[in-house]
């Protein structure tokens, strides 16, 4: 497997060593090919992916995760695609469980404005079952016991949208 390059222009400080190969670095391979191909929308949408079920796997992986920027390349997939439905979803779902139990994480997600842009989804895409299933679990995740992600979260009008989530969707598990 080759490694891609890194995008051209100025890097993140937490993107120093994402380039160099090691064994093992399953996460590192996912973030640098979201990072080489940030216009390349099934890249974000298979990167979006595979970060939600590895940030699923616990407090290790997210934190890997959140290390290697993974947060901010997320943000910027969702900024990046606000057309592209599989990519909100994927990453709804990403932010979702890598907010989910881990202060640090909600409070980075929320100061990148991903509660604002987890709302857009789920206002541009409200008769997609699996964004607004994936939308409504990353507020939850956002929100609970994070004081600045509830309230911006209610600001933005999250009780509406969960409500109308859930009366287009009745037989989803929102």
């Known amino acids: 497997v080759g490694y891609p390059a890194p995008a051209p222009g100025p890097q993140p400080d937490c993107l120093t060593g994402l ?11 996912v973030l640098q090919a979201i ?49 592209e439905l599989k990519v909100q979803s994927c990453a709804c779902g990403a932010l979702g469980n890598l907010a989910h139990d881990h202060a640090e994480n909600q409070a980075r997600i929320v100061d990148l404005g991903g509660i604002e842009l987890v709302l857009k989804a789920l206002r541009t895409y409200g008769t997609s079952a699996d964004v607004q299933n994936w939308g409504c679990a990353a507020l939850r ?17 999250a009780p509406e949208l969960v409500l109308g989530a859930m009366q287009a969707h009745p037989s989803e598990a929102l």
């Open 19 to 29: 380039f160099e190969p090691r064994a093992g670095a399953g996460v590192e391979l």
């Open 35 to 83: 990072h080489a191909a940030p216009e390349t929308v099934e890249v974000q949408e298979y990167g979006c992916a595979s970060l939600r079920a590895i940030a699923a796997e616990g407090r290790e992986s997210q934190d890997q995760i959140a290390a290697l920027c993974g947060i901010d390349l997320i943000i910027e997939a969702l900024r990046n695609h606000p057309e």
């Open 141 to 157: 995740d956002l929100t609970h016991g994070h004081g600045p992600g509830l309230a911006r979260a209610a600001a933005g009008g």
